[in-house]
Nanobody, 126 residues
Framework: QIQLVESGGGLAQPGGSLRLSCAVSGIKMDFNIITWFRQAPGKEREAVSC??????YYADSVKGRFTISRDNAKKTVYLQMNGLKPEDTGVYYC?????????????????????WGQGTQVSLSS
């Protein structure tokens, strides 16, 4: 059974940091792209960062502030979020899709993903 479980969300202050974790089971991480999406209130779900076994992608809005990494031994993908801004507020989901060896930038195509976690809330205090 394929399962993705997010954790690490919470309340942070602007400029602060959070680290999200996505525990992966039921799939081989080396053959999959794991992507962090977020959905802000009233907005569409958008890709924030993607990780394949050899490449990464970041949305322009998070470049230089967020870092995605994966620990294959622990079957976990992390999203280190630094310099948090109010616009980072939202529910963060991790999702998996088979790595078809396309350019990493194509990882933003939300319809490619069939396996999703339940989401973790990130809120910024004013």
């Amino acid at each position: 059974q394929i399962q993705l479980v997010e954790s690490g969300g919470g309340l942070a202050q602007p400029g602060g940091s959070l680290r999200l974790s996505c525990a992966v089971s039921g799939i081989k991480m080396d053959f999959n792209i794991i992507t962090w999406f977020r959905q802000a209130p009233g907005k569409e779900r958008e890709a924030v960062s993607c990780s394949s076994s050899s490449d990464t992608y970041y949305a322009d809005s998070v470049k230089g502030r967020f870092t995605i990494s994966r620990d294959n031994a622990k079957k976990t993908v992390y999203l280190q979020m630094n310099g948090l801004k109010p616009e980072d507020t939202g529910v963060y989901y991790c999702a998996a899709t088979p790595n078809l060896l396309r350019p990493i930038g194509e990882c933003v195509r939300i319809n490619d993903y069939r396996t999703w976690g339940q989401g973790t809330q990130v809120s910024l205090s004013s």
